[in-house]
């Protein structure tokens, strides 16, 4: 269950004044349900999402995920939270280039509760990458990267 009340998130701009990117006066949502986030170029639809997944701490508001109040965590608890109940893809898929895509996938499990190479294996074999656990991100093709990025 996701609630959210007064949520406020801004960025200073070059010239020093408030662009408030995100202001939300109530949402919630609950397991079951589905829904699209819609709008413009940055119009902060990467911020909010960023800001429930609790990379972003907001300005001000309240942000409640499964029972724990993201907006007021630390940032390990809001990591811990993360790892245990969102999945999260990133827009540019944040992979280490130098590493391969197994070794991407393990690092991302080190958020989680263990570290496991034979799920980790069996996550890239589910999104058809059996054939390229080895290979570095820079010899996949993007739809490739995205992915090693949802293993």
Not at 121 to 148: A, F, K, W
Request: hydrophobic fraction near 35%.
């Amino acid at each position: 269950m996701l609630n959210i009340e007064n949520l406020r998130k801004s960025y200073s701009t070059p010239d020093g004044l408030d662009l408030s990117v995100v202001d939300v006066p109530s949402f919630s949502l609950s397991a079951q349900e589905h829904t699209a986030l819609c709008g413009t170029s940055g119009s902060g639809k990467t911020t909010f999402l960023n800001l429930i997944a609790g990379i972003l701490q907001p300005d001000g508001g309240r942000i409640e995920l499964d029972g724990c109040a993201l907006s007021e965590s630390n940032e390990a608890e809001r990591d811990r939270q993360r790892a245990k109940t969102i999945g999260y893809i990133f827009q540019t898929f944040n992979l280490l280039q130098g590493y391969s895509c197994i070794e991407n996938v393990l690092l991302g499990m080190h958020f989680g509760s263990e570290v496991d190479r034979d799920w980790a294996r069996s996550l890239l074999e589910r999104v058809g990458l059996g054939e390229r656990m080895d290979h570095l991100p820079r010899q996949l093709s993007t739809g490739q990267q995205q992915r090693v990025a949802v293993a």
